[in-house]
Each structure stands twice: as C-alpha cells, then as structure tokens.
Nanobody, 127 residues
Framework: QVQLVESGGGVVQAGDSLTLSCEAS????????MGWFRRSSGTEREFVAS????????AYADSVKGRFTISRDNAKNSVFLQMDSLKPEDTAVYYC????????????????????WGRGTQVTVSS
C-alpha cells in the first residue's frame, strides 16, 4: 500500500513562492498519474494540477495556470508543486494524490478518479 507524505507548506506573503513536495513510500509511483488538490476552509476540495507518468501531459486549474508548475522525479518517487506569485486566495491545505489502478497515460481532474491520498500540508498566504 502506498503512502503519500506532503511537505513544504508554510506561511508566506503574497507574491512569494513555495515548493511543495510529495514523497511516496511502499510502492513506486513512476508509472501512475499524480495530482495536487487543495481545500480552503469551508469549501470543497478542488483540483490544482495533474501530471501523467512521464509528465509530458499536464493539466492545471484555471486559477493557478501560469503560476503553478507540477513536476515529478520518478527516481526519487516524488512529485512537486512549484507555486509562484502566490495570492491570499491560494491559502488552503494542499493534498497529493495518485491514480494507482492503471498506467498513467492521461491526466485527471476529478478527485474521485484518484485512489491514494496524502494527509495534506497547510499553505497560508498573507496579504
């Protein structure tokens, strides 16, 4: 069974950058689609970014397009989310997720398509 552990969250100011990491253990994730979601206080969990197994296909929510970049290092069994030009509305708990039931040729944007989740890391952006 895979375990996903996020790290890199923190408190930053608007305009700053932050990089989130997601390290997998228990199973190699190199052939699976991975993604990032977030949940703000009082809202539903929302899609942020997804990358297929080679990261030659990526998808982003409109709200983060051009500011966030998803990447992966399959040799390190890890996925990353580079977040630039952060805004107060980016404040949320960020979750790493994986689609482990099939080879990851495609990207996915619905949370119900993912079957492995981390516990999340808090990102707070102050104005």
């Amino acid at each position: 069974q895979v375990q996903l552990v996020e790290s890199g969250g923190g408190v930053v100011q608007a305009g700053d950058s932050l990089t989130l990491s997601c390290e997998a253990s228990g199973r190699a994730i190199s052939t699976y689609t991975m993604g990032w979601f977030r949940r703000s206080s009082g809202t539903e969990r929302e899609f942020v970014a997804s990358a297929n197994w080679r990261a030659d296909k990526t998808a982003y929510a409109d709200s983060v397009k051009g500011r966030f970049t998803i990447s992966r290092d399959n040799a390190k069994n890890s996925v990353f989310l580079q977040m630039d030009s952060l805004k107060p509305e980016d404040t949320a708990v960020y979750y790493c997720a994986g689609v482990l039931r099939s080879v990851g040729f495609d990207v996915y944007e619905r949370s119900d398509q993912y079957d492995a989740w981390g516990r999340g890391t808090q990102v707070t952006v102050s104005s």
